[in-house]
């Protein structure tokens, strides 16, 4: 018994089996951390949340659009209980008529600004912008009829403008149109509670406006905005030609959105972009007038046909997400994506620190005990707890180069006493720290990171294939250890 159990105790195959034993376990650590890092990235999601809900959200912008009211009257048969018609009853209903811009050019800049909470920064942008375009003159017959015979009697109109989040107005906007001022009021009047249309800002046409309205001339109207924003400015192209002209001192845009903007340089000073949209391309006046047609003061007749066109399987369309133009401020590294990536290469490369190992007890014929491999593991994973804790407090590749720095100072030194010559330690160390170096290539090539970590992988099993080709592993597994390599005094390290 006691020869089996020598025999197994210097059994190669056995070792092997152990050390992959050792990494599967040293695997808990890595899942422990990777929950860590997901928890944190949580905690910031979470603040910018918070910081949302308590300042200003991501801003969508829809607007200007004259919103014209209007009375549509006609004449029903009244019929008794037999249904023989023995009158006329006079009905009515109030609806609006939306009239988008001929042209419409949003010129602005979007100043970035940081705020905290707690320890996660979070980008918030404020835009200053120019609208500037003209609506043709109005045409009364442009407006259908629902019902037959029936006349049409035109209120004042007045400008609709809407951003999704009113805290973020910097100032009241102001807007001029034919060269009359106008004053944005609250809310606007005889949409539905539940149409998001109705949380805009209105202006009645006065003066110079109105006038020119009534004698169905040409207005052209320009408009001074401030807005405060987290991140995500979304732009909706409501006109026949829409056009926006944006820049910005932030050199890591993201563009996104429906349509992408049609010109745009980026450089480490900022951003500089353009877009071009038709309402040819785009189903976004449709998505405005969606929300026209829900009305508080809709008719009963109107409510009936409704619900008789729900009924009947023919429900509204649905017309689906508002399509915008968008641009976000998004942070050139986000630590938590990054650690998480970083974290996934975890098990490969302790694998491959415990495989370098092996090789130096293999073929230097320096036995090391178990327990030793289990310290050089758990040293790479406290690596990646490490450059999760100071990417929090440092950029990120100042944090990779410290934790990575750390950990090669650490094993160069550990294994200079293990190996008892501070060339096969300062041989490991290089190792370890090419592996940093490879590892952090992968995190900054994005793109190329699944052929870089492939190429990687392949070429760590070609050196060891190509290093123990002559290895007798039958010899090796039956029992028949080597002896440790003699050691001269003077590179021994003194205990």
């Known amino acids: ?14 070792k092997v089996a152990g050390l992959l034993l050792l990494t599967l376990l040293l695997c808990i650590p890595l899942a422990e951390i990777n929950s860590i890092n997901r928890e944190r990235g949580r905690s910031q999601r979470e603040a910018a949340a918070e910081l949302a809900a308590t300042y200003a959200s991501a801003q969508t912008m829809v607007g200007p659009v004259l919103l014209v009211p209007y009375v549509e009257r006609w004449m029903e048969p009244l019929r008794d209980a037999q249904g023989k018609v023995i009158g006329q009853e006079a009905r009515s209903k109030e609806m609006a008529h939306a009239v988008f811009p001929d042209k419409l050019h949003i010129e602005g800049s979007m100043a970035p600004q940081e705020r905290y909470r707690g320890i996660f920064k979070i980008p918030f942008y404020t835009l200053n912008a120019t609208l500037g375009g003209g609506f043709a003159a109005f045409n009364p017959n442009s407006v259908a009829h629902s019902e037959a015979d029936s006349r049409i ?51 009645p046409l006065t003066g110079a406006a109105l006038a020119a309205w009534e004698s169905k001339a040409p207005l052209p109207f320009e408009m001074k905005l401030g807005l405060v924003g987290q991140d995500t400015l979304s732009m909706v192209p409501i006109a026949e030609e829409t056009t926006a002209h944006l820049s910005s001192p932030w050199a890591h845009p993201s563009f996104g959105g429906r349509f992408l903007a049609s010109k ?67 942070q050139p590294v986000n630590v938590y994506s990054m650690s998480t990536r970083a974290g996934k290469y975890g098990a490969l490369f302790i694998g491959l620190v415990i495989m370098a190992a092996f090789m130096f007890e293999l073929f230097r014929r320096q036995r090391m005990h178990p327990v030793q491999y289990g310290l050089v593991g758990l040293s790479i994973a406290l690596f990646f707890l490490l450059l999760l804790a100071l990417s929090e407090k440092l950029a990120f590749w100042l944090a990779y180069a410290s934790a990575a720095g750390a950990s090669v100072l650490l094993l160069g030194i550990y294994f200079t006493a ?33 052929l870089l970590g492939a190429l990687l992988t392949f070429g760590m099993l070609t050196v060891l294939m190509l290093a123990t080709r002559k290895v007798d592993w039958y010899a090796l597994s ?11 005094p003077e590179v021994a390290p003194s205990v």
């Not at 018994?1 to 056995?14: C, P």
């Not at 809709?298 to 133009?325: D, E, K, V, Y």
């Not at 039956?478 to 001269?488: F, K, L, W």
């Open 478 to 488: 039956v029992g028949n250890p080597r002896a440790p390599e003699p050691v001269s």
């Open 1 to 14: 018994m006691f020869q089996l159990f020598k025999a197994l105790q210097s059994s190669m195959l056995v």
């Open 264 to 330: 745009r340089e980026v450089t480490p000073q900022g951003f500089d972009a353009h877009w071009r949209v038709s309402s040819l391309v785009t189903s976004a006046r449709e998505q405005v007038r969606a929300e026209l047609s829900d009305r508080d003061d809709r008719s009963a007749a109107a409510t009936a046909t409704a619900a008789a066109a729900a009924t009947a399987g023919h429900p509204p369309r649905n017309l689906g997400p508002l399509q915008t133009f968008d641009v976000s401020l998004a």
């Open 418 to 450: 293990v190996l008892q010559s501070w060339k096969r330690g300062a041989g490991f160390g290089a190792y370890v720290a090419v592996l940093y170096g490879a590892l952090y290539g992968l995190l900054a090539s994005e793109s190329n990171a699944l």
């Open 153 to 203: 009697e035109f209120k004042a109109p007045f400008v609709v403008f809407y951003v999704s989040d009113l805290r973020g107005l910097d100032g009241s906007p102001s807007i001029a149109m034919n060269g009359e001022g106008l004053r944005f009021r609250q809310r606007v009047p005889g949409l539905a509670d539940s149409s998001w249309l109705a949380d805009g800002v209105h202006a």
